[in-house]
């Protein structure tokens, strides 16, 4: 099995609420703050008292300068360069996993292409408490300034490794003992109604197309969330996090 440890190139997240959300976590990947000149002064002394003695450089731009940067984007004057996302390698997280005591919960996506719908399952991730998130190395986005922006910074807690191939590291995480569910409308079992003890991963499928044919079939149990109304399906990051929260739900109680 291969996989592939790689960071990305620095991004830049355009917003004052982005910003402001980003400076309150406690783990915070800002280098850099870009002013528009004229910003109001209300919102510099909130964000200087933000700041509060943080290795954060704040640097202010004229209009013309602002709107090179922000290529067109709705900037509410003010924009942060954020540190590349360091990914992590699959043995990084399964060694993150081993003093957890209800057992390792991982994350596969295949083939999420959205950085929207990515940011919102990350945002789930951390708040339901998935050890890992794996992806693949085509055919999917990885973290980009939308994703950062779409999960509020919170991309800054997950642990996310990319693989070269899902199916090599299915089986792979078989052999160390690993539950596969996978998500797919058509499964007889409820989301609600399964059993989640011990080392689990949960695949979630293309917004699309749903799971691979392949990768489907490497699954130990398929799952779905019953929907009664007049909806065929759900987004693929409100699906991802129903299913987070069962299988979090199940694990303590």
Not at 208 to 217: A, F, P, Y
Request: proline residues 2%; hydrophobic residues 40%; aromatic residues 8%.
């Amino acid at each position: 099995m291969k996989n592939r440890l790689k960071s990305q190139d620095e991004n830049i997240v355009y917003g004052r609420n982005v910003v402001l959300e980003l400076l309150k976590l406690e783990k915070c990947n800002i280098k850099e703050i870009l002013l528009q000149s004229g910003i109001h002064k209300s919102f510099r002394d909130e964000l200087v008292k933000l700041l509060n003695n943080r290795d954060i450089k704040i640097t202010e731009l004229n209009k013309r300068e602002f709107e090179n940067i922000s290529n067109g984007q709705s900037a509410q004057g003010i924009m942060a360069k954020v540190a590349p996302y360091k990914y992590s390698s699959l043995e990084e997280i399964l060694e993150f996993t081993e003093d957890k005591k209800e057992g390792p919960f991982l994350l596969i996506l295949d083939g999420i292409e959205d950085p929207h719908n990515l940011g919102a399952i990350i945002r789930s991730s951390v708040a339901f408490g998935v050890h890992g998130i794996i992806l693949p190395e085509r055919r999917s986005v990885h973290v980009n300034s939308t994703v950062f922006k779409s999960s509020s910074g919170t991309v800054s807690y997950a642990r996310i490794c990319i693989e070269t191939n899902l199916n090599s590291t299915i089986d792979f995480l078989k052999k160390k003992g690993f539950w596969i569910y996978g998500s797919d409308a058509n499964a007889s079992n409820l989301s609600y109604d399964s059993n989640y003890k011990g080392s689990i991963a949960l695949i979630i499928g293309n917004e699309g197309k749903g799971i691979s044919r392949l990768t489907r079939e490497k699954c130990d149990i398929l799952i779905k969330i019953p929907i009664f109304g007049k909806v065929e399906s759900l987004n693929a990051s409100v699906a991802a996090g129903i299913l987070m929260y069962d299988i979090t739900r199940f694990r303590n109680l």
